[in-house]
């Protein structure tokens, strides 16, 4: 059973994210890898230069592609954008997570380096925010899960925004928290940004306000303490499941709680 971690944008395909925009379908280039980031442990954040840009929305994903011994054709898998569309969508950066026994990410997280080259096609996805969708908004995310909130906030943080932002974030411990040091920053900058952690294997750092998994009463309590109008929630799928019902039985508007599952 393949383990690499795919976000799926619920409710959406290839077919109809292009049918919205009556755009044609994009194609597959060949992309040269621009930066390299070490994130964690088990995380690299890739920055490519793609050579005919599309503009995105933030919360959008890439397909990219790698040829893999043993196999007969590239394996594929889609990957969200971290970076902001705005001011510039030439450059894109993706989270990818190293996931054990997976085809495509342990090469991406610890093979590649500068002026390689990928094969990537995009942007896809109906998960998505920008600024006439308006707030508060409710981020729930575990593990690599924030790889599209991150864009949306660096996309407020670009454009001047001033939505409320609220992001409830799982990771194991400290050390693994997935742009951590920038959130941190982020934080103490903006003050429409609040981020919540939860540690799920370090039941006493200081920095984390619970320490367990992400569960109903953790998201009903930001639920309220954000007075949030839309959520959006990127993990497990039975963990998205469990937010999904949750925020619309508080009275949420199910239009506006909108998901994506990785396995």
Known sequence: METEAINVNQGSSDETDRSALKMPAPRWQVAEVVEVIAETKETTALRIAVPEPREFVSGQ?????IPVEGRPRPIQRAYSIASS????FNVVEFGIKEMEGGLVSPVLAKQIAVGDTLEVRGPYGT???SEDKGGPLLLVAAGSGVVPFMSMIRYSKAKGLSVPMHLL?????AEYVIYGQELKDLEAELDWLSVTHTFTRDSGH????YHRRIDQEMVTELMYESQAKLAYSCGPP???????AVLVDL?????????????
């Not at 569309?85 to 510039?88: V, Y």
């Not at 009275?251 to 396995?263: A, I, L, R, T």
């Open 61 to 65: 994903y890439y397909n990219i592609r």
């Open 85 to 88: 569309p705005f001011p510039q």
């Open 127 to 129: 998960f998505v925010w």
């Open 169 to 173: 974030f799982a990771s194991k411990s």
């Open 206 to 209: 200081p920095g984390s306000r």
């Open 238 to 244: 039975e963990m998205v499941k469990m937010c999904e």
């Open 251 to 263: 009275g949420m508007d199910p239009q506006s709680v909108y998901s994506e599952k990785y396995d």
